[in-house]
């Protein structure tokens, strides 16, 4: 299970690394995304971008300090699970909410693996 959670911690991290950043610099499809399609404010793009890469990092130092790694897969089991809610609220087709979905799922079985409940 340690390659489990190591892949897959490495994974998300360098996922939600670079998610957060295309938020954080204002990329443009992303706006467009935020403003025109998902009708939340620009600073609600950026604090979510930093939560993201917040998360990002409790993941990756998580490899060596292990309950960031588990703080870092809740923060974005939330995360995931607002975009999901988001996409739902917008009746988007399931192509629109798959990707999040799928993030979703990644992120409630690594934090499973972390809980030390699990």
């Known amino acids: ?6 892949v897959l911690q ?3 991290g360098l996922a939600f690394l670079a998610a957060g950043f295309s938020k954080v610099t204002h990329n443009k499809q992303m706006v467009e995304n935020f403003q025109n399609h998902y009708h939340y404010p620009l600073w609600f793009m950026v604090l979510t971008g930093v939560l993201e890469i917040v998360a990002a990092l409790g993941l990756i130092v998580g490899i060596w300090v292990p309950v960031l790694a588990t703080l870092g897969a809740a923060l974005l089991v939330c995360i995931m699970l607002g975009a999901v809610l988001t996409h739902v609220r917008l009746k ?3 192509s629109g909410i798959a990707p999040a979905a799928v993030l979703l799922i990644l992120a409630v079985a690594l934090l499973a693996i972390h809980h030390p409940l699990a």
């Open 10 to 12: 490495v994974l998300l």
């Open 92 to 94: 988007d087709a399931i």
């Open 1 to 6: 299970m340690y390659w489990v959670a190591l």
